[in-house]
């Protein structure tokens, strides 16, 4: 199998589109305003104690308090506690990590009231995203995650990844941990480090080390609150960080910013590999360029049809995610309705880990199979969803197909699920349901080239507009493309861009900021 992975920065947002043989299987699409990220840090104040719910909501700057729960302090939360205040007790001098003291475990069956007061400033690390009306969840107990590494302030100890299986190397890891490590510090190894040397381990260690000063020092030098003392890495070198495998065959970025970031973390982690980073220059968007945009269109939306005629229904709520599985207009199977439900049953679970993935979806998924009457062909069922469900990194449980043919999943949900709406309102004539004669379409577009050059005397700028249109316009010797470019100039720029509406249209200046031409006409 091979794996590509693709970066779209456009202005506003970043899309990052992992293939794996050509199939599009996870899809994370980022706004880059949005400042809430699962692992950013920040030195917040308690504002206001839930003693029914052994709970605190803590300012930390999102428009709903985030929320901590007693169990999410730590044991250590003590000793974390004593350490901050402090930091914060001199502003000039780092209190230093080695010399803090660590106290006794916070008692398991506490209350929040015990621990916590109103008012109280206290440092906290997100774990999950705002979804729907709640806000950020938190936890006091910070780590740094890194490639072969996380980092954990106020804890001893060493703890090894259970999917490395060799006793012999535990051991060695464990012990070379040890070793390294510093006082106040706990490591857990994570599976990507069987094998590496002791040299690549200390290198990430010291990485991690640097962003706990970092953090700290804001701390003691922050002036209000709430602050944001550390901000993960970006999306894109995040995803890089957990997916990383030497089965990369490429990873193509279309922003030179972006590209150069890239490019240095696979030197960190994977100097050999720095070739597969690659800076897409083409002029057709990157998606299009890739075959992309046709299966984000395709793969997101109520159904999602996967093989001969068969579809799935998904369904969300805000309690949990439904699936139904149909077999739809599919031609029956010689050998009668039950083979022929098993195999739209394994065609469904195969596209439905796909969708979990994609779409990343979490909380509670129930999945509604068509019936089948042998117990054998249940069991395959199970175990088929099982092995699919093996490629995927967010924890899961999947339990037996029950008496009505229902199959309950669970998987880990920290941000909210990707939805791509493929029904939208039309952007033409925003959803009044006329528009103006089409054959006047391109005399409206050159109206507006002819107001960029001439009047706002923007020279250069691009035209994006479907590809139908794009290919009416360059047709023959004499195309209007070419009319426009000897009448306005060269800088004139036409690109074919698969995701817009047949007479939709977007202007672009050569900074890539969107020139907003549009103009909502009433018609009666």
């Known amino acids: 199998m091979t794996s590509e992975l693709f970066v779209d920065v456009q202005p506003r947002a970043i899309s990052i589109a992992l293939l794996e043989d050509k199939y599009l299987v ?69 209190y230093p990590m080695s010399k803090a003291s660590m106290l006794p475990d916070i008692e398991k069956d506490g209350t929040m009231s015990g621990v916590l007061q109103q008012g109280q400033e206290v440092m906290v690390q997100i774990v999950k995203e705002p979804i729907s009306t709640k806000g950020p969840r938190l936890t006091c107990e910070l780590s740094f995650a890194g490639r072969y590494l996380v980092l954990i302030p106020f804890n001893d100890k060493v703890s090894v990844s259970q999917k490395i299986k060799s006793s012999e190397e535990r ?40 962003h706990w000063e970092e953090s700290i020092t804001k701390v003691q030098k922050a002036t209000k609150l709430p602050s944001l003392v550390y901000e993960e890495t970006s999306r894109t070198v995040a995803m890089l960080r957990d997916l990383f495998n030497p089965s990369y065959e490429n990873i193509y970025v279309n922003d030179e910013t972006v590209y150069h970031e890239v490019k240095d973390y696979v030197a960190l982690i994977a100097p050999e590999r720095t070739g597969i980073v690659k800076l897409y220059k083409g002029q057709l968007p990157i998606f299009d360029n890739f075959g992309i945009t046709k299966q984000i269109k395709s793969s997101f939306g109520k159904t999602v049809s996967y093989k001969s005629g068969a579809y799935l229904i998904i369904e969300h709520t805000e309690a949990l995610h439904v699936v139904d599985v149909n077999s739809g207009n599919r031609s029956r199977s010689a050998n009668g309705q039950e083979a022929n439900a098993l195999d739209v049953n394994l065609g469904a679970a195969d596209e439905l880990a796909r969708q979990l993935r994609l779409r990343d979806m979490g909380g509670i998924i129930v999945v509604d199979f068509i019936d ?33 043919g229902l199959m309950q999943i669970t998987r880990q949900r920290v941000r909210p699920a990707m939805d791509v709406m493929t029904d939208e309102d039309c952007p033409v004539c925003f959803g009044k349901g006329k528009i103006k004669p089409s054959i006047l379409f391109t005399d409206t577009l050159e109206s507006k080239i002819d107001y960029l050059v001439n009047k706002l005397k923007i020279r250069k700028f691009t035209l994006h507009i479907h590809p139908y249109v794009s290919a009416y316009i360059s047709q023959g010797l004499m195309s209007l493309k070419l009319k426009w470019q000897m009448k306005y100039g060269f800088g004139v720029r036409i690109i074919p861009d698969q995701s817009l509406a047949l007479l939709q249209y977007k202007f672009y200046d050569v900074h890539k900021e969107e020139l907003d031409m549009k103009e909502e006409i009433e018609i009666k």
């Open 26 to 94: 996870e899809f994370q699409r980022e706004e880059r305003n949005l400042s809430f990220a699962v692992g950013n840090m920040y030195l917040g104040k308690v504002r206001k104690i839930m003693p029914g719910l052994n709970a605190c909501f803590v300012d930390v700057g999102f428009e709903k308090d985030a929320f901590l729960h007693y169990l999410d302090l730590g044991p250590q939360f003590h000793s974390y506690q004593k350490y901050l205040k402090q930091v914060l007790s001199d502003r000039k001098k780092l």
């Open 171 to 210: 051991a060695r890891l464990k012990q070379l941990l040890q070793s390294i490590k510093p006082k106040n510090f706990g490591v857990i190894v994570r599976t990507v480090a069987e094998g590496k040397r002791v040299a690549e381990l200390d290198a990430e260690l010291k990485v991690l080390l640097k």
């Open 372 to 404: 089948m009457n042998l117990a054998e062909n249940r069991q395959k069922l199970y175990e088929r969803m099982c092995q699919n469900m093996q490629k995927d990194r967010a924890k899961h449980n999947i339990l037996p197909l029950s008496k009505f």
